[in-house]
């Protein structure tokens, strides 16, 4: 397992001779560094550790020329080594420094405070005060201050200990998720071809895995890769230092700021929304000010629009959208860091809640308050129920809400599976491929159901309920596997039940009610006067009764709009039973055997087939036993 050390602190303070003296390596790889003696690029040296492990430091600039090194050196360290010259103490770049480490989100560190030998215990003593006078101003107060010299060795073993156990205490890192490497490094080796290095964030790499460069999106295969500078590692895991030599590869296409990743994962997006917190010393941010944007190893020229009010105080926190002019690889809770673009100092940073996100408007700013309150949180079953919420009936697919929160897919299943389980989602399918819609779309849809059938019963009190395929009708905008879903959920629970063909209420009589009895009998009867000349719909004095009786199956629809009761069409298919047997009929032998016309013999042809009854093969019909 590999740690991450960035150092931070002003020029000349002694960050490269320190680092250089705990490992024995130069950080200072450029000849121009070594000659003029100051670094302008970021150095890269390891020191093992006991137990296996490994600390790799990143050196950084101190000259306030190179902060975008030192910030793309620090966007991927775990814990800071801050260096304070005791001779000089406190210095401009120190401050800048440690703002920025703070800002991108590294939680820990310690101070070594250099140069001792060069001064009495007094001058030590004011040094010490001072830095930790200023540690009481940031998160990082109480942070050990070891005093040390590069030259003598003085308190140097105090201080390898201490990072040993920082390092420790960074604990194992969680293996699983998609790969990702910011390339702060790119160089070409002789007979290798391109290089590219980074810290591994996420995920693993091996010899033979297939990788995706964003921006570019053009994929490579990994031919060789170094580990923490060391040959022969069959993995590398978050933490590690990574070199890869990627098949293919040419150093045009790829620069310092760019992303290798599994193919897919990263997104490349010119417009984010994050939480952005200003340096107390900045400079007011103003509405569309042009800013310089770091994240990850990349710095792009933004547009910074706050989302509530035209400028953001210094000292304080709140939301801003930023338009990149250049796009860059990022995901939602990568830190971020702003620099003014003249003069060019640190002003501020924070957290990116959203990628790929329109501009703001003022008309919709408070319900954009109300999004990002949501994605700030961090939560992504919290995030992924807002994103459903925003998506209504549709749903998405684990995919679609992938790429709506840029999470991975593996990640929004898991997600989405558990919030199945506390009944937060409904899904269908599964895969990335899974449809996911939220609990409140299937509420809604039962109770719109629920109403409809209610005010149906209501109005025709003697209807059996609503054909199968009225839900479909009445829910129509839900996905019909939805619709499927609610409809399993009330026959399970017992509130609707289904009966043959219909779909009633629980509550409602499944016969006809008694005080309708009279009413039913005598509309039956006069019907069944007529015969099987059959009775005028139209001619029915209570039409509501008439269809009730019709969906009851009491009374038959013929063509022609006729209708003749159950019973009469019952006995009547029982006498062409017996008077035709098995040899069939053909439709005049019927209209014969009925004494009526053809158009006569027609309807009740057809009427049996509906009804099941017959079946017609060629010119004939026979009778169904049973």
Known sequence: MGVVIGTAGHIDHGKSRLVQYLTGEDPDRLKEERERGITIELGYVFMPIPGGGIVGFIDVPGHENFVRQMVAGTATVDRFLMVVAADEGIMPQTREHLDIVRLLGVEKGLVAMTKCDLVDDEMQELVEMEIRDYLKETPYEGTPVFRVSSLTGEGMDRLRKAIVDMAAGVGERKTGGAFRLDIDRVF?????????????????IRVGREVEIQPGGRKYRVRDMRVNARKGVPLGIPGDRVALNLVGLRKEDVYRGCCVAEPGYMKVRNSLDTKLSMVPTAVPLKRHQRVRFHTGTAEVMARAVPVEGDVLAPGTTGYVHFQLESPVAAIPEDRFVIRSYSPIVTIGGGKILETGTRKVR???????????EVLEKGDLETILDKVLEEAGRSGLTASEAASRTSRSVDDVIAALENMAEKGMVILKGSGSSVKAVGRAVLDAAREAFLDSLSHHHSKNPLSPGIPLSEPARILNGYPQWL??????????????????DWLASAGHPAGIP???????????????????????????EDENLARALVERGLLLEMADGLVVTSGYAERLMEEVRK????????????????????????RWAELFDALGWTVRRGNKRYGKKG
């Not at 619709?483 to 043959?500: A, C, I, P, S, W």
């Not at 008694?514 to 029915?540: C, H, I, Q, W």
């Not at 014969?592 to 027609?602: I, N, P, T, V, Y």
Request: net charge negative.
């Open 483 to 500: 619709v499927r879903y609610m409809l399993d959920e009330l026959l399970e629970t017992g509130k609707v039940e289904r009966r043959g």
């Open 579 to 602: 008077e035709f047997g098995d040899d069939g009929f053909a439709l005049a032998q019927l209209r014969d055997f009925l004494g009526g016309s053809r158009k006569e013999a027609l």
């Open 514 to 540: 008694t005080e309708y009895g009279d009413r039913v009998n005598k509309m039956l009867s006069t019907v069944e006067s007529m015969g099987r000349d059959g009775f005028p719909a139209v001619e029915l």
């Open 188 to 204: 070409v080796l002789e007979g290798f071809g391109t290089i590219v290095a980074g810290t591994v964030i996420s995920g693993t």
């Open 362 to 372: 003022k008309k919709y700013v408070d319900d954009r308050i109300i999004h990002l």
